[in-house]
């Protein structure tokens, strides 16, 4: 199991992160990271300690990772926001969460509000980095802790050669995204069947299919074009 490393900013209105991977001392960037406020009544951000985080299917945000036995709390997930249309947005702010954790490319600031920028692509590459993994182990402690156990941290990323696709797995994602496609034109395909008066497709069948279209992310840090030209492109 591996296990990662969050170090935390504690913030007035939100809780700030970098998450990174490797050992003890000499750890990798994987993400920033934003979570609501430690002073948060209704929803803080999980407290600090070691936890083991489970790869579920959430009802609402598909194929995440959820946290096991936090004493007093539930639903913590890795996670990034939708927008009122159902699409995933492209950055998260604090305040859109509910004590969970939102990875990003970077942090920014959105409406006032501390927030990470290039949540997509993040949680496309952390998921990626997982895929392999049912369960991870994640340690939560304050950036200054860190520092004074004299943790470096490298700048560059985790090797992306790690994380790209063979021909098979981009074949599984490609059958995600045919379920996204369906997802989309479902409203206009009911449209037609019900001047038939034939049977309508409940949209909940294909609800989950809709955040597979998060996968379009993860093919863009792998090689398969050529492998997508050699089967549908004709010469």
């Not at 007035?12 to 993400?31: F, I, Q």
């Not at 913590?76 to 249309?85: Q, T, V």
């Not at 949209?203 to 279209?213: C, P, Q, R």
């Amino acid at each position: 199991m591996k296990t990662l490393y969050l170090e935390r900013t504690y913030l007035p209105n939100g809780t700030r992160g970098m998450c990174t991977e490797g050992s003890e001392h000499v750890r990798r960037w994987l993400a920033d990271t934003i979570e609501p406020a430690r002073t948060n009544t209704a929803h803080p951000c999980v407290q600090e300690g070691t936890w083991i985080f489970d790869k579920i299917l959430s009802e609402k945000h598909g194929v995440v990772f959820r946290a096991r036995n936090i004493p007093g709390r539930t639903g913590i997930e890795w996670h990034i926001c939708k927008g009122h249309d159902g699409k995933f947005l492209d950055y998260t702010r604090a305040g859109f969460l509910e004590g969970c954790i939102s990875p990003g490319e970077s942090e920014c600031e959105e409406h006032g509000e501390p927030a990470v920028c290039g949540t997509i692509s993040a949680f496309a590459r952390f998921m990626n980095y997982l895929k392999d993994d049912q369960s991870f182990t994640l340690v939560i402690r304050e950036a200054q802790q860190a520092e004074q156990n004299g943790v470096a941290v490298q700048e560059e990323t985790v090797d992306q050669s790690a994380t790209k696709l063979t021909p098979q797995q981009a074949g599984n994602h490609a059958l995600k995204i045919v379920g996204f496609t369906a997802a989309a034109l479902l409203p206009a395909v009911n449209n037609e069947l019900a001047a038939y008066n034939f049977p309508q497709i409940d949209h909940k069948v294909l609800d989950e299919l809709w955040s597979a279209g998060l996968t379009l992310f993860t093919l863009a840090h792998a090689d398969v074009i050529p492998w997508v030209k050699k089967f549908f492109v004709k010469p």
